[in-house]
């Protein structure tokens, strides 16, 4: 296992053993320094944002290697996938030392100066990840089932990660201010239809009165580790053909989980208090799901028969 992990692209690998070291930062951070900001533990950020991109990092460094066509061009987007977020962690750790919001701060100077520049980054990290999926949506390089677990994720992610596209947008309150030449403090937000720093789920900070757009974002992100996940525990449990369908049938049923959040988030609701009509949704995808996955599986059945 070792041997393998050398191979993969090593400057994503870097980044994941820096997000390591700005987790432990986190967690000393949450246990001594008792500030709050915007409702939160000055430190829940930059904690919850070195495990995302710690996993994603690994993740991506190992499609990469999997690579034999296009892999010299997959590196080079990965090389600028490692230094877009990089950056992007030294202004969250940056700005939670200095006690001030590194998302959508307004304020005159060195802060707003710090969003634009992540606001770039995360773009370019976007564009390079594009590339990365459409080298890797052009090849075989695994089993049926993996691959269409590679594929799937993938796309999902780029989807999940442009949900991030939304939060920079002005709230009424704050475009309001514009129309009377007032520049907000904080232009944009995550949170839908309240004000983001209310109560928040523990860990997670995910708003529990209103919309959220950090879900959405979250759940679509890591697909890139579930269905490659579901592609390996399925393995020893049924034929190549069977699992390829299994998971498609997963990957389908993520990518409307996803639509579901976004859709709920954007309307204001709380991921705990969903209303009937989200809930009817939720009941079709899943039994949608789960009959298409139990027709996958009888389908086979029938044929050895």
Known sequence: ?????RTWHRPLLMLAVLNVATLVL??????FDDRVLIGDPIWQKPFKFSVSIAIYAVTLAWMISLLQKGKRVAWWMGLVTSVMLAIEMV???????????????NSPGLDSLLFDVMAYAIVVLWVSNVVVA?????????????M???????VIALAGMAVAFFMPTPTPEQLELMRNDIDPAMVG?????????????????????????????FVGIHAMQVLPLL??????????????????IGGIFYGGLLGLVLWQALRGQSLIAPDSLTLGVL????????GAWASAVRSKGKELV
């Open 134 to 146: 459409i080298v890797l949506l052009r090849q075989r390089v695994l089993d049926a089932p993996m």
């Open 231 to 248: 592609a390996l525990f399925l393995r020893r449990r049924f034929d190549t053909e069977i699992r390829t369908r299994l998971v498609v």
């Open 1 to 5: 296992m070792l041997q393998e992990i």
């Open 91 to 105: 202004v969250i750790v940056g700005q939670t030392i200095r006690g001030v919001p590194s998302h959508f701060n």
């Open 283 to 290: 009941g079709v995808l899943v039994v949608g799901a789960a």
């Open 26 to 31: 986190s967690v000393g951070g949450l246990l």
């Open 148 to 154: 269409w677990a590679i594929r799937l994720g993938m």
């Open 189 to 217: 937000g995550h949170s839908v239809g309240v004000a983001d720093g209310g109560p928040g789920m523990p860990i997670t900070g995910w708003s529990t009165i209103g919309g959220d757009l950090r879900i959405p974002h």
